[in-house]
């Protein structure tokens, strides 16, 4: 047996998009999808594609703890406090995809390795995904005294979830910035469009560095080199111009079109945020099974 | 002598921010405020432009704390009360817990026309401290009129006590005003609020008509200090509305003398409708793209008038500065 078997809470459009991306990682076997509502369609596809289906939420999980080893939450922040403390006592590994953050924050190109000994990892916002990588690629060049970022989505891609916390994603994405990305100070914006047809996520990263004089090429490379990093998992992750410098201040312009699973393309940020998650627990399999081994 | 149904609410020191760049001084902001509240006005914005925790890259920093300018302005209020602006997904509710006890007493919660849902915990906290709580449609030209009923009945079903059109770009015609308030008139219980811009001088027009139609809150600038070209200019309003027979409350002298011997004398242009803010009005593009259009359009070499035309063309909404500076680097590039 070379593959951890997977479980995903939430049959949603979050958790629905997953098991298509988990059904794509050599380390990982889709095993279970969790929901409360029997007629949604994530079980009814969970159930076609021949998953084992739980429509009782997390207390049919918990009679049938031998089918996972890894479990995605991608309910809500309320929801996954009681989540994750029944599944983690029971020693199995809990990848957070709500804003909760009760474990450390995880975004693959930054840190891909160093939460794996954590029994839950949370995965930020869409907007952190899209945007810690490259505050990151900054700071590890020049420091980085201040890094704010603009997420703009269409409207269809923020479910009520994502609605009722808004806040929660400024607060969770600007403290992201600093842990992961390595700015002293952090902040954050999103902004929802309507325009139909819907438009593709932005991503706007404002940087100001510490130094006067640092080198700029050596800036635009460690971006270039990150954005190819990251391509590697979200294929539709790209510059929109080159970066821009202004004195001590860059900007850095990102378009993020999804692969189109279960979301359309423009969704890129719903798509970043599962991409990650199963980069992450891909990786994390591969380790936890040589271990064993 | 019957004819006093509104309240005249002023926000020259929210949106003027806009025009002064985001740096207005503590000594301005005292001595507007102290003007505002000797002539009668009830309520004043005092903000960024953008709202609390507005300062920042993306919409230029400000120069001074806003939560000691607003400590600052309430300081002077002897009748009037301070508002503060907050757009969910740019400040948070911890902005308005600091801005409260500075001592704001009025939160107006600003989304884009179709997003109300985003405000439901920003409105109910306004409502737990007490204030006067608004729901603040922004660029309510960009909606169909029954979107903008559906949009102003969640707002109230979360708690705002007026529900304002805000017509961000100032795109708007009197009949477009007209259709908009009556239809609120008729399926919300509270009261109606309006919002113009000037960027086709039709802010007055569109005041008297939104009046005319039973708005009951009515916002203007001082000397017309606001994004783009400004708002419907607050002294001016007072001398058009006394002469249709309402009564202001307001002292005309009073009111002139601040917007002339105070705010003129640190404008640093005054509000006139340029090529830009027209094509904005006639484009309806976001009125605060004004200045940060002007800057890219040096910067990539561009006219800033193609800029603004192609915003308008991909529906840009408030909020959305930096996809100027994108625009503007694509045309650039065309060029």
Same mark, same amino acid.
């Given at each position: 047996m070379n593959k951890l078997k997977v479980g995903i809470i939430g049959s949603g459009n979050i958790g629905t998009d997953l098991m298509y991306k988990i059904e794509r990682c050599d380390s990982l076997e889709m095993s279970v999808m969790v929901g409360i509502d029997p007629d949604s369609e994530g079980l009814k596809r969970a159930q076609d594609a021949g998953y084992t289906v739980i429509s009782n939420g997390i207390d049919g999980l918990m009679k049938q703890l031998?089918?996972?080893d890894i479990v995605f939450d991608a309910t809500s922040a309320y929801a996954h406090k009681a989540h994750s403390d029944l599944l983690t006592a029971a020693g199995k590994k809990v990848i957070d995809l709500t804003p909760a953050a009760i474990g450390p924050f995880t975004v693959p190109p930054v840190n891909l390795k160093a939460n794996f000994e954590s029994s839950n990892v949370n995965m930020v916002t869409c907007g952190g995904q899209a945007t810690i990588p490259i505050v990151y690629a900054i700071s590890r060049i020049v420091p980085v005294e201040y890094a704010e970022i603009v997420a703009t989505v269409a409207s269809k891609s923020a479910g009520p979830g994502t609605r009722a916390n808004i806040d929660e994603f400024t607060h969770t994405t600007a403290r992201a910035i600093e842990v992961v990305g390595g700015a002293e100070k952090g902040k954050a914006i999103i902004i929802l469009n309507p325009a139909e047809p819907p438009v593709i996520m932005r991503d706007t990263v404002n940087a100001l560095i510490k130094d006067k004089n640092f080198d700029e090429a050596a800036v635009i490379a460690s971006i270039e080199k990150m954005v190819t990093d990251v391509q590697e998992y979200v294929p539709g992750y790209r510059l929109r111009g080159a970066p821009q410098f202004d004195g001590q201040r860059v900007s850095v312009f990102l378009e993020v079109e999804g692969?189109?699973? $279960? $979301?359309?393309?423009?969704s890129g940020n719903l798509d970043i945020m599962t991409a990650a998650a199963a980069k992450v627990a891909n990786e994390m399999a591969k380790e936890l099974l040589a271990t064993k081994a | 002598m019957e004819k006093k149904s509104f309240e005249i609410l002023d926000v020259t020191l929210r949106d003027g921010s806009h025009s002064m760049s985001h740096a207005f001084t503590p000594q301005q902001v005292r001595e507007t405020a102290r003007g505002l509240d000797a002539a009668g006005v009830r309520y004043f914005e005092v903000s960024h432009g953008d709202g609390l925790g507005g300062s920042s890259l993306q919409y230029g920093l400000s120069a001074h704390d806003e939560l000691k300018l607003i400590e600052i302005a309430a300081d002077e209020c002897k009748q009037a009360e301070v508002s503060v602006l907050l757009i969910p997904g740019i400040g948070v509710k911890g902005d308005l817990q600091d801005a409260v006890k500075a001592g704001a007493k009025m939160v107006r919660v600003a989304t884009h026309v179709t997003e109300a849902d985003v405000a439901a915990q920003h409105i109910a906290l306004g409502r737990e401290l007490g204030l006067k709580t608004v729901g603040f449609l922004m660029m309510s030209h960009m909606a169909s009129v029954e979107k903008i009923v559906e949009q102003a009945k969640l707002f109230e079903s979360y708690g705002a006590e007026v529900i304002y059109v805000t017509d961000s770009a100032g795109y708007m015609l009197p009949q477009d005003v007209t259709n908009r308030i009556s239809a609120l008139k008729q399926s919300v219980g509270c009261e109606i609020g309006f919002h113009g811009h000037n960027n086709l001088s039709m802010a007055m027009a569109n005041t008297v008509a939104a009046v005319e139609a039973g708005a009951t809150f009515i916002d203007g600038s001082l000397r017309a200090l606001g994004a783009g070209s400004g708002n419907t200019q607050t002294e001016v309003m007072v001398a058009v509305l006394e002469r249709l027979g309402y009564q202001t409350g307001i002292d005309f002298y009073k009111i002139m003398d601040v917007a002339n011997d105070v705010v003129a004398k640190y404008m640093p242009r005054p509000q006139e409708i340029s090529g830009s803010s027209l094509i904005m009005g006639y484009s309806g593009?976001?009125?605060?793209?004004l200045l940060h259009t002007q800057v890219a359009a040096k910067r990539f070499g561009v006219d800033e008038r193609d800029i603004l035309v192609e915003l308008g063309r991909i529906k840009a909404i408030g909020g959305q500065e930096d996809l100027i500076y994108d625009v503007a680097q694509r045309l650039a590039v065309q060029i």
């Open positions: 031998d089918l996972v692969a189109g699973d $279960f $979301f359309p393309a423009y | 593009v976001y009125s605060s793209f």
